[in-house]
């Protein structure tokens, strides 16, 4: 036998053994990561990489990637069913069996199904969660792109309903030390809407932007959104279909800016203070730093909606940065109400006997709202305003309003004949 030959024959021998001893050691792996112990091993390593406690459950190492199904969890929860803060039905990465057991697993590309995220808060919107306390790293490498299939988002506040959002596709791809995000939600409550942003992986910043064109919003759905103040939406109650924004960014000193807005055509506006509820609003809701804007659509200053047959424009901003809020002078411009679908409470129906009913109200009012975070409300403000009595004194009959408010309530007074008011402009 030549050399040569010898040497092949060898060569093969050799490449025999290396590929049986490779098999051996993947399947002893294998067998090794699916006993308790093994995966107790393994969700150590990852543990002590982010300093929270980890639980692993099924491992698979192929010849060309690798899958594990894994939770994070909460460690003042103790074994709490409420303590799992991340967890992921099956985390696919470009590395080996090989890389695996060299120690030279640094992926490239990461696959998430079924990711599911918890966050808890106290009712002042700080963080309760426990977050890693040692900085996440992917190894030598740099990863260059992630993909999530199926995610969740749920946000837990004190004092409010779960905050949910589910159906999340999202792929971030990197671009030199910045991920670029892209990425859509399908949830069965807030519809379809559309994710883009970035973030700076080394500067921990970034921006996420989400879009819908129809959503339907009531209250309770509103007072599960974090940050935002509960105690607007103890004074108004929205309903009905719109199209939103919301724009999130974080600053290198972790500080959180939003700007949220919701633009709608026909909602229907409820305000408990007044005892009415607007219809076919048209207007946009704005929620940004602390404030809250109401003004018109398409570029107009005031929202317009419809109450007793008549006409309604509103356009308001407040402060909710403190507590109490107070926001400017709420400017309200009424025309032609009728008199009888107004509430009892208002004191017009009736007036010393006459019967005010078949009036019709128009007039301008300037209402100061001061609210207080456990739902105490303050109204001050004044107005004019002109009931027109068609039936009486041949058509030309009119009584003036006066509107007041002492802080704790607005106050309608009539004071008898009037001359005709300035009227807002129109819409």
Known sequence: MTAARRIRRCAVVGLAVVGAAVLLLRAGVGIYLDTARGRGALAGQIGSKIGLPVEVGDVALGSNSSTITFRVLDPPLGNRPNAEIFSVDSATADVSFVDVVTGRAYPKELHLRGVRLTLRLDATGKLLTSLPTQPISIGQGEISSITVDSGQVTIQQDGRPEFHLSGLNLKAARVANTFILSGSADDPVWGKWHLSGEFEATAKTGWIDLATADTLVTTERLKSIPYLSLSLWENAWPSGRVQATAHFAVGPNNDLKYDIRMQAERLALGIPAAEVTLTDVAGVLRIHEGLVEIYGIEGKPVARGNLAGGTVDVSARWDCREDPAIGEPLVVSVDRLVVKD???????????????????????????????????????????????????????????????????????????????IPRAAPN
């Open 342 to 420: 107004l509430p009892a409470n208002w004191g017009l129906k009736s007036v010393g006997g006459l019967n005010m009913e078949d009036g019709l109200l128009s007039g301008i009012a300037k209402i100061r709202l001061v609210t207080y975070n456990d739902g105490r409300i303050e109204t001050y403000g004044n107005g004019q305003g002109i009931i027109d009595l068609p039936h009486i004194f041949g058509g030309q009959g009119k009584l003036e309003v006066d509107l007041g408010g002492n802080g704790h309530r607005l106050n309608i007074n009539l004071a008898g004949a009037a001359a005709p």
